[in-house]
């Protein structure tokens, strides 16, 4: 497996699989989607989200 080393913006040093990039940056989007459904919905905006095998997508109507 390959590991990507990096800092983060404090200079903190890091390095971690390529994986658990990937899972965190996929767990990271589905964070701010539910932020986005959670305002859409104390807005009254009633949403629709919808899978495919291209991603998910929100809408609203």
Do not use: P, W
Not at 10 to 28: D, L, P, R, S, T
């Amino acid at each position: 497996m390959d590991k990507i080393s990096y800092r983060n913006s404090k200079g903190n040093a890091f390095e971690n699989y390529v994986q658990e990039i990937f899972v965190h940056f996929i767990n990271h989007s589905t964070y701010h989607r539910a932020q986005i459904a959670v305002l859409m919905k104390q807005l009254g905006v009633q949403a629709i989200i919808t899978f495919s095998t291209k991603g998910c997508y929100l809408f609203a109507i």
